[in-house]
């Protein structure tokens, strides 16, 4: 496994479900918290990360929006992203593409443009000094109402030349994709890429509801879909991707253990999936650890990671030039690494 595990740190890779609040490891967390005064229940970072205890996806969302109370001035979102920034290039990450959640800053009287100036500040940054590019997505909260999803999308307007996409995220129990029918036709005319998350908590039926009702042109998890044997059929047909977190579905409870995971069986029905962290402070691992447990669990190989890189740039919304380069550059890495091993026996 070590080899594999080696082959693929070294790969060229895109992440495309990443939640930047998602990645508020407890130490900065805490330093965070100490430079704003925000008062926290944890003494100290070992403390904050053994508080990061949940049982589903409800009871994490409730620990996340708590840790999100520190991030409040444009440095807080510039420490936050540019922290998962530079983790990520040194896990060979070339693009990602990362969503962020202005709702649950606005809601605490945080302005929109202090949080996304923050997190612009560290995209200029990263793709002129990491070697890495980024797009961002604007994530709506189900959980809240169409018109309260009206009205940050008046910003994301007013930002469009930073935001690249809408994505709909938050707990999907009772919160169906048809709530947000308007918003996400507007986003469509507006020109905008259209994402939503469906099929974590929800069955195959949410992931159906949200391409009809949505139109999206990716879908966020997804793993659910394997109940539907019609719609495997269509996603595979469609090339539709589904951008799915294997250790946060473990540690979510989606599923009870990685070996149980149907990541492998969703590559072999010919399905464009990817491999991402989404929340990595919370989940324990970014991208490499995903692809790395998932590859010892489901007794991946070689052609398998090749693969699922490879679909991680084409389910990507960069250009057909860009896509190729990339294309390129990984089957580069995969001869190289294949004549190393060679020579070193």
């Given at each position: 496994m070590d080899s594999l595990a080696d082959f693929i740190a070294g790969m060229p890779k895109a992440e495309l479900h990443i939640h930047i609040e998602g990645t508020l490891e407890p130490e900065l967390m805490i330093a965070i918290g100490r430079r704003n005064r925000v008062s926290l229940p944890y003494p100290d970072a070992a403390a904050a990360r053994n508080a990061y205890n949940f049982s589903d996806l409800q009871s994490f969302l409730?620990?996340?929006?708590?840790?999100?109370a520190v991030l409040i001035t444009e440095e807080d979102f510039y420490d936050l992203t540019i922290a998962y920034l530079k983790k990520a290039a040194l896990q060979n990450v070339r693009h990602a593409e990362i969503f962020f959640d202005p709702q649950s800053h606005t809601a605490r009287g945080i302005a929109f443009e202090t949080v996304i100036r923050g997190i612009e500040r560290a995209l200029v940054e990263a793709n002129s000094s990491l070697n890495i590019s980024t797009k961002l997505i604007m994530c709506i909260l189900r959980h809240l109402s169409e018109k309260e999803g009206f009205e940050i999308f008046q910003k994301a307007l007013e930002w469009k030349h930073w935001i690249a996409g809408i994505g709909l995220d938050s707990s999907e129990r009772g919160n169906p994709p048809e709530k947000f029918i308007n918003l996400f036709e507007l986003a469509h005319r507006e020109g905008f890429l259209t994402v939503a998350h469906a099929g974590e908590e929800g069955s195959a039926a949410s992931v159906r509801q949200t391409l009809d009702t949505l139109h999206v042109t990716r879908i966020d998890h997804g793993v659910h879909c394997m109940e539907d044997e019609a719609l495997v059929a269509e996603l595979a047909e469609r090339q539709i991707p589904l951008t799915v977190c294997p250790l946060s579905n473990v540690r979510l409870k989606v599923f009870e253990s990685m070996k149980l995971h149907n990541?492998?069986?969703?590559?072999?029905?010919?399905?464009?999936?990817?491999?991402?962290?989404?929340?990595?402070?919370?989940?324990?691992g970014y991208v490499n650890e995903n692809y790395i447990e998932a590859a010892k669990a489901l007794q991946l190989d070689q052609n398998d990671i090749i693969q699922l890189a490879k679909n991680s740039f084409t389910a990507s919304s960069l250009s057909q030039i860009h896509k190729q380069l990339y294309l390129k550059e990984i089957d580069r890495y995969a001869a190289q690494y294949e004549s190393s091993s060679l020579h070193s026996q």
């Open positions: 409730d620990i996340y929006y708590r840790a999100t990541l492998k069986a969703m590559l072999q029905r010919g399905l464009c999936v990817t491999v991402n962290s989404d929340d990595p402070a919370y989940f324990g």
